[in-house]
């Protein structure tokens, strides 16, 4: 069974800095396009940023700058470091995989449990 499990999220003060993990487990043959999405209370979810399988990254206009994406295929991980806090950051974040490779076959569209991060004034 595949899972998506993120980890870093919490209460930090505007301008602060945040590092959210996210692991795939299981029998996992290749990985594509690792993403963050977060999703404010009232809004719609929203992509932050992705990077695709070759290290090619796309971020979110309100987040470029502040947000650095990364991953490291052989921990099966993406991180995403935020920088220079925002209350309008605050959200649920959550990871997402558009394909995963596994000894079962291909899976599609998996998504992490949720992170919650909170940026107070």
């Known amino acids: 069974q595949v899972q998506l499990v993120e980890s870093g999220g919490g209460l930090v003060r505007a301008g602060e800095s945040l590092r959210l993990s996210c692991v795939a487990s299981g029998r996992i043959y290749t990985i594509g396009t690792m993403a963050w999405y977060r999703q404010a209370p009232g809004e719609q979810r929203e992509l932050v940023a992705d990077?695709?399988?070759?290290?090619?990254?796309n971020y979110a206009d309100s987040v470029k700058g502040r947000f650095t994406i990364s991953r490291d295929n052989a921990q099966r991980t993406v991180y995403l470091q935020m920088d220079s806090l925002k209350p309008e950051d605050t959200g649920v974040y959550y990871c997402?995989?558009?394909?995963?490779?596994?000894?079962?076959?291909?899976?599609?569209?998996?998504w992490g449990q949720g992170t919650q991060v909170t940026v107070s004034p």
């Open positions: 997402h995989i558009d394909r995963l490779g596994t000894q079962y076959g291909p899976l599609y569209d998996r």
């Open positions: 990077v695709n399988s070759g290290g090619d990254k």
